[in-house]
């Protein structure tokens, strides 16, 4: 029988035994990821280890996703290179002390809800283009440090690991699901490369991991507003770049686990994860999908599992550097490969003849931002803009006014449709002011005033018909809309018909 227990969270059962594997695998994983992003950053391995550490066990303990994993990650090291090479690293952690007090204001003013304005096709080429950079980072396994594609034994045996460490990550979950298969593959292949005596590159050929505890230590940057300026641009990028990575990160476990995660309390907690890493030797970080991916796919679901991989992170750090030196990439990098795999949205591709031209044309360019860029904010943002410009571009076209004359000659004018920007020019082309009787009415029973610039083109409207001394009624208008008129009351002067039996429904959940 399974053994269950409570950790910080009441309302969740936690698999003592899948979350100390997960954790444990998940740590392994870590100890290269960690110390590439920290050397594309140009900062020492240690720095890019010390902010997986503290930012993993931080985010797991007080984050707003159980089973999320946070790290160094490249986004952030893309961010912090320029500024790395040209101030050094003391800017670095100044740096990243002022994005987590961003991040921390960000979760309290519940900035988190915007993510609701990532459409779903922009999640999808964010996706696609990470599953990219996760696959391509891969392939410099098969490079020597001259660059070169390596080739004979060397490459084969390369390749027979990582093979080996697929198949065992794909074939073993068919058979049992007690072990995950990740941490067994690792282990095996580990085994192989011992046992046989197996010439092939370790974690030990791109840097040494030794260290000890994350020292405390306070930037040594003079405070001034000259200083602030210098790193305020690039406290901000890594701030935004932080939290859409790490909420698009929760949105995606959510969809996985059929769970609902908190952003605004996952923002707090990134935020004091980098305020803390800052003042303890790390570059900072923010939500990993690739590792999240493989703690999820291991089963782990609370937050243990995050635990464990910062403490064992750690420990590696302090007291196994030597072991875990002696790991072999062919078998990590046949994990993250499989994690690549699993990370993309196939079913994209299965949809793809069914989605509308504009998701797609969306999904593929976020995709191809991503990946080439491999600046996950820019493509966010932009697939976006993009998104809204053809929501409203769309909307802009659905306005439409049905026409009649009552038995006292006044003419309705039936609009339905958003009123708003985008459709002014179309609204305007609907009335007739010269041939129009007397007495004109607008209805907008089934349309919505929405903003300055549909109030600006009702003003154009009732000034045409006042110009030519006819009358110009407003009726059915829902209470908002009201509001909107009544604050612009100088801008536009026109009778507003109170209907009794008209009212506006509205749902308060």
């Known amino acids: 029988m399974k053994k269950y227990f409570n950790l910080f969270d009441l309302s969740q059962k936690v698999d003592y035994k899948t979350e100390i594997l997960s954790g444990l695998t998940v740590a392994l994983a870590l100890v290269p ?289 030597g072991l875990i030196e002696k790991l072999p990439m062919a078998a990590l990098t046949g994990l993250m490969i499989m994690v690549a795999i699993g990370t993309f949205e196939w079913a994209s591709f299965k949809n793809f003849n069914k989605m509308p031209k504009s998701d797609i044309f969306v999904m593929v360019l976020v995709t191809l931002v991503t990946a080439i860029l491999h600046n996950l904010a820019l493509a966010v943002i932009i697939g976006i803009i993009i998104a809204a410009l053809v929501f409203a571009w769309d909307n802009a076209k659905r306005i439409r006014a049905r026409k009649h004359i009552d038995e006292n000659g006044v003419k309705h004018y039936e609009i339905y449709g958003p009123l708003f920007f985008g459709s002014v020019t179309v609204f305007n082309e609907k009335f007739d002011v010269l041939n129009d009787p007397e007495e004109v009415i607008i209805d907008f029973a089934e349309s919505r005033v929405v903003d300055m610039s549909a109030i600006e083109a009702l003003n154009r409207i009732s000034e045409r018909y006042l110009k030519v001394g006819k009358k110009i009624h407003l009726k059915h208008l829902s209470h908002d809309c009201r509001v909107l008129l009544k604050n612009a009351e100088k801008i536009i002067d026109v009778n507003i018909i109170e209907d009794p039996k008209y009212k506006v429904v509205v749902n308060s959940l």
């Open 33 to 321: 990821e960690a110390v590439a992003f920290a050397l594309i950053a140009g900062l020492s391995p240690l720095t890019g280890l010390y902010a997986a550490f503290v930012m993993g066990l931080v985010t797991s303990i007080f984050g707003g996703r159980p089973g999320m994993i946070s790290g160094a990650t490249g986004a952030i090291a893309i961010v912090l290179v320029a500024l790395a090479k040209s101030h050094g690293v003391e800017y670095i952690f100044a740096t990243v002390v002022l994005a987590g007090i961003i991040q921390v204001g960000a979760g309290l003013l519940k900035l988190g809800k915007f993510m609701r304005l990532v459409p779903h096709p922009v999640i999808f080429g964010f996706v696609n283009g990470l599953a990219i950079i996760i696959f391509m980072s891969q392939l410099d396994l098969f490079k020597d440090i001259s660059g070169n594609w390596l080739t004979g034994n060397t490459l084969y045996i390369l390749l027979g690991l990582v093979l080996v460490t697929m198949l065992i990550i794909w074939g073993l979950p068919k058979l049992t699901k007690a072990i995950p298969a990740s941490l067994v593959a690792i282990l095996t292949v580990f085994a192989a490369v011992v046992i046989f005596d197996i010439d092939t590159k370790t974690v030990g050929d791109i840097a040494s991991i030794q260290g000890g505890f994350p020292p405390f230590h306070i930037p040594k940057v003079p405070f001034n507003f000259d200083n602030f300026l210098i790193i305020l641009p690039y406290a901000s990028i890594m701030a935004a770049v932080g939290l859409i990575e790490s909420l698009l990160t929760l949105n995606i476990i959510d969809e996985m686990t059929e769970t609902r995660g908190r952003g605004n309390k996952e923002a707090v907690a990134q935020g004091a994860a980098n305020i803390i890493s800052g003042f303890f030797s790390g570059m900072g970080g923010c939500a990993m999908i690739g590792q999240s991916l493989i703690n999820i796919s291991s089963g782990a679901r609370a937050r243990l599992s995050g635990i464990v991989a910062s403490v064992m992170l750690l420990v590696f750090i302090m007291f196994g550097a």
